[in-house]
């Protein structure tokens, strides 16, 4: 019997331990991004999300979510492409392609996306949207 429960412990800690390792966490240098949903189309393919915000490193950042309803085996995630233009105080204009993949738990849409902009700079970004109350929260991380 002792070496029943010692083989199903063992087999339980090989089978958790190892998905431990599994989590998605983004540590380094960050910038944040607060801004609101302006307008939804829903199309049969999924939709475009347009948002504004305000960014502390770019200034005021208009973004574009193509979002698409493209896995066949769930409807609460697929795939999205983008586009954001910002102006900073100074009146510089940026731009950045984005690409990545979305998934939605009831209100709540992530996102997770390689941003390409136009100064160089590459980044991991992270986004939340609240589509109760058109809350967007974002955090990117340069390369």
């Not at 390792?21 to 607060?34: E, K, Q």
């Not at 199309?43 to 475009?48: H, L, Q, S």
């Not at 910002?86 to 979305?102: E, K």
């Amino acid at each position: 019997m002792y070496k029943l429960i010692l083989l199903l412990a063992t087999l339980c800690a090989g089978i958790t331990f190892p998905l431990a390792g599994y989590s998605f966490d983004v540590t380094g240098d960050r910038a944040n991004l607060s801004g609101t949903i302006t307008s939804i189309e829903l199309t049969d393919e999924g939709g475009v999300l347009n948002v504004v915000s305000d960014n502390e490193l770019y200034g005021k950042t208009w973004l574009t979510y193509n979002i698409n309803l493209d896995n066949p085996n769930s409807v609460d995630q697929g795939s999205f492409s983008g586009r954001a233009t910002a102006i900073n105080t100074d009146g510089s204009r940026a731009t950045s392609t984005r690409q990545g993949v979305w998934s939605r738990d009831g209100y709540i849409y992530s996102f997770y996306s390689l941003d390409d902009a136009s100064d160089g700079n590459q980044y991991i970004c992270i986004t939340t949207m609240n589509l109760q109350d058109d809350s967007v929260e974002m955090q990117f991380y340069p390369k």
